[in-house]
């Protein structure tokens, strides 16, 4: 099981330990995750079918490197990659040609120091947040419009049709000790919180990824919220009024759910935690969560929060994935697009089935 030791120096680092950065594990501890959660009946498999960059790419000048987040315009089948140890952003076509450069490494305004999260609106705007706590907003074509401040540290952003940002903070005080707080804040593009919502919950042990939640929209009216270190998944109203909430109905995140709500050790600073989910997308009234470990597997959920399919590929065990999103194909396949760290390279890899 991937374990993970999380200090805590600064925003930036917080942020790469939290969502995952690599540690270190046996080849024979990997081949027994795999057997212990071997894939499940009725289950697809995915296969490799593209990447960038590729060698030509690589040529030029074009790679990743560190990239941490990217986001999809479903209107304009553009991708947008926050290259973080490059300070911009890259804009690609969806079938992964590469566009142009926005941005370049700096404080001013226009300029970016290790963007990370990226949004797109429903202007086709792109909203980026960077080490230096203010969102930046940028024309589709990269021409800088506005910027506002953020006055605390988020772990995860969602944008909704309405135009506000939904932002899940990355630190809560401990429940016990002080009033409790929301889970999730709503922002105006001025970086004014306008709405507080989400009752949080009371782990065990009180540490800094209690409210690791990642987001995400579902049309125009829902609002999904997965707990990247545990169980739990709830879907609310743009308004933050509670629809449901669940478990999910899978062993290998159910174990890590009770490793961490069990075992989990916070001191000085360093968390011992297991991380099994490492993102969420919506598509329609579908929803997908990202693992990858033991494999790289996606689980599609219906509008229930029930288990519909599982996805997966077998990539090797130093493999895994900071961000993704579905999109379909032609022939209307499912495209599940990875923003993956290996051992030879930050990349964006495509899957899907025959």
């Given at each position: 099981m991937?374990?993970l ?8 680092l ?8 690599q540690?270190?594990e ?20 995915l296969?490799?079918?593209?990447f960038?960059?590729?060698k ?11 990239a941490?987040h ?10 947008y990659?926050s290259?973080?140890g ?13 566009i ?5 490494k ?5 300029e ?15 909203i980026?947040?960077?080490e ?9 074509e990269?021409e ?6 953020l ?30 707080e ?11 919180v ?20 990642l987001?995400s ?5 829902e609002l ?6 545990f ?13 449901m909430e ?5 062993k290998?995140?159910?174990d890590?759910?009770?490793?961490n709500r069990s075992?989990?050790?916070?001191k000085d ?10 993102g969420?997308?919506?598509d329609?009234?579908?929803i ?7 494999r ?12 519909k399919?599982?996805y997966?590929?077998g990539?090797?065990?130093?493999y ?5 999103f579905?999109t379909?194909s032609a022939?209307?396949k ?15 890899e495509?899957?899907s089935?025959?």
């Amino acid at each position: 099981m991937k374990l993970l030791r999380i200090t805590i120096m600064g925003l930036i680092l917080i942020i790469f330990a939290v969502s995952g950065e690599q540690t270190t594990e046996s080849t024979s501890e990997w081949k027994e995750m795999l057997r212990k959660y071997p894939v499940p009946e009725n289950s697809v498999e995915l296969s490799l079918k593209d990447f960038f960059p590729k060698k030509e790419d690589e040529d030029k000048g074009i790679y990743l490197y560190k990239a941490a987040h990217f986001a999809y315009d479903k209107e304009k089948h553009v991708i947008y990659v926050s290259n973080w140890g490059l300070h911009k952003i890259y804009k690609l076509t969806e079938n992964l040609k590469f566009i142009k450069e926005i941005s370049r490494k700096g404080e001013a305004p226009s300029e970016l120091n290790y963007p990370m999260h990226i949004l797109v609106d429903n202007k086709h705007r792109v909203i980026i947040d960077g080490e230096n706590r203010r969102m930046q907003i940028f024309s589709e074509e990269g021409e800088f419009i506005d910027y506002f401040r953020l006055y605390k540290p988020y772990y995860s952003f969602a944008v909704g049709k309405n135009g506000l940002i939904y932002a899940t903070p990355h630190l809560l005080f401990p429940i016990n000790d002080k009033p409790a707080e929301s889970i999730i804040e709503v922002l105006d593009l001025t970086g004014k919180v306008i709405n507080k919502f989400g009752e949080q919950i009371q782990f065990p042990v009180y540490t800094p990824i209690n409210n690791n939640v990642l987001l995400s929209i579902i049309g125009d009216k829902e609002l999904i919220a997965i707990w990247a270190y545990f169980d739990i998944v709830r879907k609310y109203d743009l308004n933050g009024n509670l629809i449901m909430e669940k478990r999910i109905d899978d062993k290998l995140i159910k174990d890590v759910a009770e490793h961490n709500r069990s075992d989990i050790k916070y001191k000085d600073g360093v968390i011992t935690a297991r991380s099994a989910i490492r993102g969420v997308y919506s598509d329609g009234d579908n929803i997908y969560i990202l693992m990858t470990y033991p494999r790289l597997a996606i689980l599609e959920l219906d509008s229930s929060l029930n288990i519909k399919k599982y996805y997966w590929s077998g990539p090797f065990p130093k493999y895994y994935a900071k961000d993704f999103f579905v999109t379909r194909s032609a022939d209307n396949k499912k495209m599940f697009y990875i923003l993956t760290l290996g051992l030879e390279a930050n990349r964006i890899e495509v899957y899907s089935y025959q």
